[in-house]
């Protein structure tokens, strides 16, 4: 199976920076779609950010402005800068990887990060 695994997650102060970062790994040929996503304490998992390998980008409105989604396609690599950071935003944010195609077959497969915590608080 495919694993990702995030990093970079931890506590920072409201208006403060954060890097996340995800690593694909495993026998993979290419990834069409990696991005975000974030679960908060009684809500639902959102999308925050995502990126083809074409570079093609899209937001949730709530990180617009604030937020930048990159990925590094040669290293299976993704990253979210999250700039001027909110207590909202504090949640578990999962990568995800949406059509794996690995050296096994021809089918893209979806996979999921276990996450990493940001908390936004003083």
């Known amino acids: 199976q495919v694993q990702l695994v995030e990093s970079g997650g931890g506590l920072v102060q409201p208006g403060g920076s954060l890097r996340l970062s995800c690593a694909a790994s495993g026998s993979i040929r290419s990834i069409y779609r990696m991005g975000w996503y974030r679960q908060a304490p009684g809500k639902q998992r959102n999308l925050v950010a995502a990126i083809t390998t074409g570079g093609n980008t899209n937001y949730a409105d709530s990180v617009k402005g604030r937020f930048t989604i990159s990925r590094d396609n040669a290293k299976n690599t993704v990253s979210l800068q999250m700039n001027s950071l909110k207590p909202e935003d504090t949640a578990v944010y999962y990568c995800?990887?949406?059509?794996?195609?690995?050296?096994?077959?021809?089918?893209?497969?979806?996979?999921w990060g276990k996450g990493t915590l940001v908390t936004v608080s003083s």
């Open positions: 995800k990887s949406d059509g794996v195609v690995t050296t096994s077959g021809p089918y893209g497969m979806d996979y």
